[in-house]
T-cell receptor, first 117, second 116 residues
Framework: AQKVTQAQTEISVVEKEDVTLDCVYE???????LFWYKQPPSGELVFLIR??????QNEISGRYSWNFQKSTSSFNFTITASQVVDSAVYFC??????????????FGKGTKLSVIP | GAVVSQHPSWVICKSGTSVKIECRSL??????MFWYRQFPKQSLMLMAT?????????EQGVEKDKFLINHASLTLSTLTVTSAHPEDSSFYIC????????????FGPGTRLTVT
């Protein structure tokens, strides 16, 4: 069974601070994919990144960076110099095979980030 | 590319009526479509998985007679909430997996259902 844990329910930071959102996962699969999504108040999920289990290279995209460590089953997300527009709920998700060639996503409970001006 | 639409984006209905929500993959064919439900301040919970031309697979605890899912083509899946009650009020989100990358899911914008 797959499991994703986002231990931080809510985080508040002051604008321009850096913030890291934690994600720990559990799976027995050797091939799997990890995702981060942003959900602003409008509700629509915004895809941020996908990582497969064979690629542990960290990634940076502008103010966003991701640290994938298989040894600790973690896929943490850091926002540098946070902005008010970053305020949203962030979900970490794990995609693993569910049989017959399809995959199933398991979501963490989400972390609500509030960036205070 | 990889756009998924949902219609309607919001709907208000009276208790006892049925509501149909459409999910379309606009620029790709989807082997599999998924339906999620999200209550306020909670995460997405998978309700069911549907493959084109076959019966949907429902998650434990989801009433298949209440939440009817039809996946008639590789670009369209529908969710019908039958005999809706106030406790069915929620945010419903669909996603679609393309034929070439079944590990990927592209999400629709969601449908907010309010049952009065």
């Amino acid at each position: 069974a797959q499991k994703v844990t986002q231990a931080q329910t809510e985080i508040s930071v002051v604008e321009k601070e850096d913030v890291t959102l934690d994600c720990v996962y559990e799976t027995r699969d050797t091939t799997y994919y990890l995702f981060w999504y942003k959900q602003p108040p409008s509700g629509e999920l915004v895809f941020l990144i996908r990582r497969n289990s064979f690629d542990e290279q960290n990634e940076i995209s502008g103010r966003y960076s991701w640290n994938f460590q298989k040894s600790t089953s973690s896929f943490n997300f850091t926002i540098t110099a946070s902005q008010v527009v970053d305020s949203a709920v962030y979900f970490c998700a794990l995609s693993g095979p569910s049989g017959a060639g399809s995959y199933q996503l398991t979501f963490g409970k989400g972390t609500k980030l509030s960036v205070i001006p | 590319g990889a756009v998924v639409s949902q219609h309607p984006s919001w709907v208000i209905c009276k208790s006892g009526t049925s509501v149909k929500i459409e999910c379309r993959s606009l620029d790709f064919q989807a082997t599999t479509m998924f339906w999620y439900r999200q209550f306020p301040k909670q995460s997405l919970m998978l309700m069911a998985t549907s493959n084109e031309g076959s019966k949907a697979t429902y998650e434990q605890g989801v009433e298949k007679d209440k939440f009817l899912i039809n996946h008639a083509s590789l670009t369209l899946s529908t969710l019908t909430v039958t005999s809706a009650h106030p406790e069915d009020s929620s945010f419903y989100i669909c996603s679609a997996s393309p034929l070439a990358h079944t590990y990927e899911q592209y999400f629709g914008p969601g449908t907010r259902l309010t049952v009065t």
